[in-house]
């Protein structure tokens, strides 16, 4: 199976951060990902989950898609809200900046997205929504 | 997420299990506020994050806080036992500066 994709839709509870992850498991399982290398996966997925729960939708429940897509040795992930959007991007990337201050927010979610991840995109529109766009190396690729 | 304590030699071991993230956090929040309140004369308190089988940045916001609320205290807090996975997002956010390796 050279390329496979799939997405899933959920609402936005935090609950479905869980799943998200679980489903991220399920489909790497299908390449026989290390330990360290689904790790990460699952650990950048959760930020970009987190940040719609939190961000994307503050003051209700919405919808969130993650779509998963195997191509040419890298496993891609995007993930989509509909929410308020991000006003400033290259601030909201910024180690240890949280919109958030008042709250226990670490600020560190976009940066871990990053360094867990080979590539990390964002686009966003005011009161239209984010999509993050992330990609990471299969690792029977980077053997070779 | 399961929270459980011991209390040895004036110190205080808090032992988090299983995931810590955006779902879990407020409800680990009040259970190791609760426990610390009822701790605050400990000399250190060591949080022992073997039993994790999962956290994000949502876990490392829950720790620093924890930190904070302890400092003001004047009671140091420390990280043992976490699991590689762990490690890499306390590394990364530099979690030990604070709360040293214990």
Redesign the interface.
């Known amino acids: 199976m050279e390329n496979n994709k799939i997405k899933i839709e959920f609402l936005s509870y935090?609950?479905n951060?869980?799943i998200a992850?679980g489903f991220v498991s399920v489909f790497a399982s299908t390449f026989n990902p290390s330990?360290?290398w689904l790790?990460?996966v699952?650990?950048a997925v959760?930020?970009g989950?987190?940040n719609c729960?939190?961000h994307a939708y503050p003051n209700e429940i919405g919808k969130i898609i993650l779509e998963l897509e195997v191509n040419n040795n890298y496993l891609h992930i995007n993930i989509y809200d509909f929410g308020v959007g991000i006003d400033n991007v290259n601030k909201a990337i910024e180690p240890f900046y949280t919109s958030k201050p008042n709250?226990?927010?670490?600020?560190?979610?976009f940066?871990?997205m990053q360094?867990?991840m080979d590539d990390v995109k964002i686009e966003s529109a005011l009161n239209k929504g984010t999509s993050i766009f992330m990609c990471k190396k299969l690792l029977n690729s980077v053997e070779e | 997420m399961d929270i459980k304590y011991t209390v040895s030699n004036n110190n205080l071991t808090v032992f988090v299990y299983g995931?810590l993230?955006?779902?879990s956090a407020s409800q680990a929040?009040n259970i190791l506020d609760r426990i610390i309140n009822d701790n605050l004369n400990s000399q250190k308190v060591i949080f022992n994050l073997s039993g994790i089988s999962?956290m994000?940045?949502?876990g490392?916001?829950?720790l620093?806080?924890r930190y904070k609320k302890l400092i003001k205290h004047n009671v140091p807090s420390y990280i043992a036992g976490a699991t590689?996975?762990t490690e890499?997002?306390i590394k990364?956010?530099g979690l030990y500066n604070i709360m040293p390796k214990y």
């Open positions: 935090s609950e951060e869980y992850r330990v360290s790790s990460d699952k650990t959760s930020e989950v987190t729960i939190v709250e226990e927010r670490s600020g560190m979610g940066t871990i360094s867990f | 995931e993230d955006e779902c929040k999962f994000d940045s949502t490392i916001g829950l620093i806080g590689p996975a890499k997002v990364l956010c």
